[in-house]
């Protein structure tokens, strides 16, 4: 199982130089930067998209994309060096490759009359056409398109009418191609450029979906014009705006019949056209920056729009003339479709835009488009991380939210190194490939210093002393290192014999160390990487911990006291170039890759020991140590940074609740970054911590929720009143409306009317103040119309579109916003509910019956902790559960926000949590450390075995009735009689002598369970088998057996020491042991929900009853009987949306299942039911494309190998199997471990 874990990561913008480079299928879009494709999918259940897959198997730039229009999972991408790949999405594999085509293929395009064809052409043609599969498969060129006189742009083929083309080209002509008909090539020529030889480039170019002949083209210069194909004339000309106005892409909204949306190329506005007018019917800005591409989904998002489409005529082409109805003005004829555009800008930026509802779905603004070089954290504020790019900028990004908050001016060319400023400058500097270094001040987003002395040389590694904050150092392929002051007065120069490709300042004195290879001595070569490595990063806390990046797409780490690899990560799907360590959070890394992505990685796994020393309480001994003793070979890891020794001075200050802070300061250094603060914030909260004590950014991220209403109020309140600075603040600074907007919004949400009613007003949006003033009350709203119709009067303008909102009825409102999947809107306003905020209208009622208000508070109390939970389970299903367990403690809700914990198997986090919440928390505590006690028990790697199982022994002392626990850790610890009787002396249990007089004592006294525990613990353990199997085989034959009644006995056999187990004398036994432990296994999955393992339970169970000789009184027909019961009647809640129809179950399969549930009775932890899913579980990773041998499909996530070392299961499902069965799947009675 991998160490190193993937906690984090930053998607690549959309590239701005090739034209079709975003497309969309079905409940799927993809774009593309440039060396990787982005596909997102749409998740149903909380009706948003995710990035479902990265696709990098292109190592030149992506020059097209195009979606397969009769199978939504393939489609086809090319790239420059003259590759075309066939990629199907639901497997992630490449199905067909054509390498070495004959020109570049700069456009390309399904063709839509067959299946299996691929058609792309390169600069001036010829029309490629590519058949993948099928007796014909190979490469034809088509007979006409070829020699044309101006490069082309791009091509369309007609949807309906077979063979027709049609190709844009650079100097605004047409060329169209019909079977059948004569060849026109390059006609339609803007009538500005007739007679000319001026070019004005074909920027969008589509067929009319409803017209066999009709088609929009888009020329930069010229503008928008709708030409019919047959007779070559020039049918409507759109008119923009303003003059300076140009359109870069175009798309046919499908809902809507006639209409259609543009982008333009300066700056991001949308523009809603139809066809039958000539000035656009809506423009909305967007973004600052020109789009680049638009592409609409053709299906909306479900549960958004319950719109019912009007019956379309279907003779009308989309030209046909739109007659409004007689009572509206001509522009309220049309109102916005629903549909959704995909939006790619030129500075990367992709969004999903709702144009029904005019707001964002989503945006991921401002992502490189390019390889990344360097990523850097900042050393006063860990929480910014800057990376340096190949598309010239250098980027900042909040690695809690994940976003882009600030960027450099750009067009440095390509940017290698970058280094931050010491202490609160504020500014970076970085290195580039031609144009020398630059410092760029973050704050003011400008440029302040360059320094020229390479020359044109690029400069490969920048650093910025820490030391003395005056100096930076450069190295460059001059083979010059340079040191200068800040305002470029050079104080050194060492030349080396070649290019110079790091350097790097010493932390303890002004010195820069450089190495050269060819003068010193080596120590150890660390052979692993099958090309050069680019990034090294040494751990700061475990001085023999270094972590290498390399061009062969891996990172591994070493031991280097040994010289062993300990870990490889095959995530990244390229070179991989930059690694950085976090500054606080030793244990958390970043790395970014020419695959465009920065992605954030936990190495925590790697020091399990230290983790548990801490949570033991031993001794700081066993926790820190000095370098010199922790890197020699053998010594368990201990910790020897700065880190960890600014925490033990602050700890050994503290007097009183050293242990609690020990707690929380250690597991913040150790766990990544996404939640754990806030975690910790909100145990502070209800372990009753002053609010004055809590941090600046707690309002930022899950609050407790008697803190919501308190901090959104005032959130409002600071909207209505920052003024801008001068400059603005960074990037993306909504303008002054926009903030009056929101805070609005949030009054509205508050139940604060007269607030909202009031910023309305002063926007100017007089009709949603109007229409909502009279829930302050009449005469407030009589005030307003009469101000309204003063105003009115005065400007003699109509008004356009009123809104309406209602009020009142809180439950609607929250479904409403839960339908919606805005789950954060309906908890702030659920809790304003509680909080008496908001009042429902109340009818009179007949004297005597009034209504309490506590019914009310009530009703509001269950919405609010419904809310919760949806939201936690969002956060959860997301691959977030320490977020989903913020979600619960913000409600107070404990116990169910250890079990997020533990079904996110993050067990240290949850065990320190749960230590300081104590009492409330103790269930979910013992069981955590239980199943950190399975970790322990089972690791015998790297350390020495002892150490492990002294640890597990003090995890489950802290259990309080611990002696079962205990005696499962000493019948499973292996080793010679001396070293089991020092455990049984820990753990205070008999000697193994003593245990086997106890066994045959109990066995005289017919105790089975007694006797079952002693021979466990004897020199003989086997004797113990056929006496607990006999015993549970007598009682499953009965009828009304339960589960509690035989799973205790089980559960102890199943820890009989494995070579024990699989002794050739026990091979009766085993087999039986563990096809009940499949059973059992499988019936425990069913009380947990487990639903993804139940099946693949019953299927083991059966197949070894079926190979394997033994006489259990179960009967394969029997199983797979209780199999489909158990689906027949919990189908309602498996089923997906699009699922087979739903069919009811048989009496008898009622009447199995009924019975199956009276065996399992209840769980006695209830959060924990449910799925596990843990951390980075839907993050897409490239490695090679395992399959579940347990359930044959792809596994998303991370990836756990079973003992034969090739068979692979999901970490989630391994997680849920070791804890209903702890044998493997694979049958071979070892036992799991993926803890």
Excluded at 316 to 329: F, R, W
Excluded at 344 to 357: E, H, P, T
Excluded at 474 to 486: A, E, K, L, P, Q
Aim: with cysteine; charged share 20%.
């Amino acid at each position: 199982m991998s160490q190193v874990r993937q906690v984090g990561l930053l998607a690549a913008g959309c590239q701005p130089w090739n034209k079709d480079v975003c497309a969309a299928s079905g409940d799927r879009f993809a774009y593309c930067a440039t060396l990787a494709i982005y596909i997102y999918q749409l998740d149903h259940r909380y009706n948003e998209f995710k990035l479902h897959a990265i696709m990098s198997e292109h190592k030149k730039t992506i020059t097209a994309i195009s979606w397969c229009p009769h199978n939504p999972d393939l489609f086809a991408s090319g790239s420059t060096d003259n590759l075309v790949i066939i990629w199907n999405v639901a497997e992630q594999k490449v199905i067909a490759k054509l390498d070495s085509t004959k020109g570049i293929p700069a456009s390309l395009s399904w063709c839509w009359n067959a299946e299996d064809v691929v058609a792309f052409v390169s600069h001036r043609g010829p029309l490629f056409i590519w058949t993948i599969s099928g007796p014909d498969s190979g490469v034809i060129v088509h007979k006409d398109a070829h020699s044309f006189l101006s490069d082309i742009c791009m091509f369309r083929w007609h949807t309906h009418q077979k063979g027709k083309v049609v190709f844009g080209h650079i100097d605004g002509s047409l060329s169209i191609f019909h079977p059948g008909n004569k060849n026109q090539k390059h006609v339609l020529r803007p009538e500005s450029l007739e007679g000319t030889d001026e070019e004005d480039p074909v920027t969008a170019l589509e067929w009319d979906p409803l017209s066999t002949d009709y088609l929009l083209v888009v020329n930069l210069h010229y503008g928008i014009r709708l030409v019919d194909s047959e007779s070559l004339s020039c049918i409507t000309t759109f008119n923009l705006p303003s003059a300076a106005a140009s359109v870069q892409c175009l798309a046919w909204v499908p809902s809507a019949p006639g209409m259609f949306i543009t982008g333009d190329s300066q700056v991001g506005v949308l523009r809603i056209w139809n066809v039958s007018r000539t000035t656009p019917i809506d423009n909305l800005k967007l973004k600052k920056t020109g789009f680049h591409c638009l592409h609409v989904l053709n299906s909306p998002p479900r549960k958004k729009f319950s719109v019912q489409s009007p019956t379309k005529n279907h003779y009308t082409s989309s030209t046909s003339e739109a007659v409004p109805p007689p009572t509206l003005t001509q522009n309220q004829a049309f109102s916005l479709p629903p549909g959704h555009a995909v939006c790619c800008f030129l500075d990367g930026g992709v969004g999903l835009y709702d144009m029904g509802a005019k707001k964002w779905d989503f945006l991921r603004d401002l992502g490189h488009v390019e390889t990344i070089f360097d990523c850097k954290f900042k050393p006063d504020d860990p929480n910014l991380l800057a990376t340096a790019s190949f598309d010239g900028t250098i980027k900042v990004w909040d690695i809690n939210t994940l976003t882009a908050v600030y960027t450099s001016p750009g067009n440095e060319g390509v940017i290698y190194s970058l280094s931050w400023a010491p202490g609160g400058l504020n500014c970076i500097a970085g290195g580039t490939s031609r144009n020398g270094a630059f410092i760029w001040n973050v704050q003011k987003g400008k440029i302040i210093q360059r320094f020229n002395e390479h020359g044109t040389n690029g400069i490969f590694c920048i650093a910025w002393s820490h030391k003395d904050s005056k100096r930076i150092a450069t190295c460059s392929s001059d083979g010059f290192c340079i040191i200068r002051t800040i305002d470029g007065k050079v104080l050194h120069k060492y030349k080396h014999p070649a290019a110079v490709f790091g350097c790097d300042w010493s932390q303890n004195n002004n010195t820069v160390r450089i190495w050269d290879y060819t003068q010193d001595a080596c120590i150890n070569i660390l052979n692993g990487h099958t090309a050069p490595v680019r990034g090294l990063m040494w751990n700061t806390e475990i001085p023999y911990l270094l972590i290498s990046g390399s061009w062969d797409y891996t990172i591994k780490v070493w031991d280097t006291r040994e010289g062993t690899c300990v870990d490889t990560v095959y995530d990244h799907g390229a070179d991989v170039y930059g690694l950085t360590c976090h500054p606080s959070r030793p244990f958390t890394m970043a790395s970014c890759s020419r695959d465009s992505t920065v992605r954030l990685w936990s190495l925590t796994a790697l020091v399990t020991p230290v983790q548990i020393n801490i949570l033991a309480d031993r001794s700081w001994e066993e926790i820190i140590g000095n370098t010199d003793y922790a890197i020699e070979p053998g010594t368990p890891p201990l910790l020897c940074g700065k880190v960890s020794r600014d925490i033990r001075q602050e700890i050994e200050k503290l007097t009183a609740n050293s242990q609690v802070k020990k707690l929380r300061w250690f597991s913040e250094c150790l766990s990544p970054p996404g939640g754990s603060d806030n975690l910790w914030n909100l145990v502070a909260v209800i372990k009753g911590q002053d609010d004055s004590l809590l941090p600046q950014n707690y309002c930022k991220g899950i609050m407790h929720l008697k803190h919501l209403i308190k901090f959104r109020t005032s959130e409002a309140q600071e909207l209505t009143t920052v003024k801008m600075s001068k400059f603005g603040g960074g990037i993306g600074v909504p303008a002054k409306e926009e903030r009056l907007k929101e805070a609005a919004e949030i009054h509205l949400r508050l139940g604060q009317i007269q607030r909202y009613c009031e910023l309305m007003v002063e926007l100017g949006e007089w009709d949603k103040a109007l229409s909502i003033a009279p829930g302050v009350s009449v005469k407030y709203w009589k005030k307003l119309m009469q101000r309204r119709a003063d105003q009115l009067i005065q400007e003699d303008k109509d008004d356009v579109i009123p809104y309406c909102i209602a009020i009142g009825d809180v439950k609607k409102l929250v479904h409403f916003f839960m339908s919606r999947g805005q789950l954060k809107e309906a908890l702030l306003v659920a809790q304003a509910a509680c909080e008496g905020n908001m009042q429902p209208l109340h009818v009179s009622v007949p004297k005597g019956a009034s209504y309490s208000d506590d019914i009310y508070k009530e009703d509001f109390n269950e919405l609010l902790h419904k809310v919760s939970k949806e939201l936690a389970e969002w956060y959860f299903q997301d691959g977030r559960a320490v977020l989903a367990a913020c979600c619960h403690l913000a409600i107070d809700n404990i116990e169910l926000a250890m079990a997020y914990l533990i079904r996110g198997n993050e067990l240290e986090l949850a065990v320190c949590v749960g230590t300081v919440l104590g009492e409330s928390a103790a269930p979910a505590t013992h069981y955590a450390l239980e199943l950190l006690a399975r970790k322990c028990m089972m690791i015998s790697v790297c350390f020495p075995c002892v150490g492990y199982r002294n640890l597990a022994a003090d995890l489950l002392l802290m259990i309080p009735d611990n002696e079962l626990h205990l005696i499962k850790l000493c019948a499973f610890y292996p080793g010679c009689t001396e070293e089991i009787n020092d455990l049984h002396d820990k753990c205070k249990l008999p000697t193994v002598e003593e245990c086997m007089q106890l066994a045959e004592t109990a066995r005289a006294d017919d105790n089975i369970f007694e006797t079952v525990k002693y021979y466990l613990l004897s020199q003989e353990p086997e004797k113990a088998l056929p006496i607990g199997i006999s015993f549970v085989k007598e009682y499953i034959s009965s009828s009304d057996w339960t589960l509690d009644t035989i799973y205790p006995v089980l559960d102890l056999l199943s820890y009989i020491r494995t070579e024990k187990l699989l002794l050739h004398t026990c091979t009766e036994a085993r087999n039986e042991l563990l096809i009940l432990c499949g059973y059992i296994g499988a019936l425990l999955a069913i009380r947990r929900q487990y639903q993804s393992i139940v099946p693949a339970l019953y299927e083991y169970t059966s197949q070894l009853l079926k190979r394997r000789e033994v006489s259990v009184p179960l009967k394969i027909e029997y199983l797979s009987e209780e199999l489909d019961a158990w689906r027949a009647c919990t189908q309602s809640t498996n089923r997906s949306l699009e699922d087979s129809p739903y069919t009811p179950p048989s009496d008898s399969q009622r009447m199995i299942y009924a019975t199956l549930l009276k065996r399992l009775k209840e769980e006695s932890l209830k959060g924990i039911i449910g799925p596990d899913y843990v951390t980075g579980s839907n993050l897409p990773s490239h490695s090679d494309i395992h399959i579940s041998c347990l359930t044959g499909l792809k596994i998303q996530g991370p990836v756990f190998f079973l003992e034969d070392g090739k068979s692979a299961i999901s970490l989630n499902d391994a997680l849920m199997w070791a804890k209903v069965n702890p044998f493997s799947p694979l049958g071979t009675g070892i036992r799991l471990n993926p803890f």
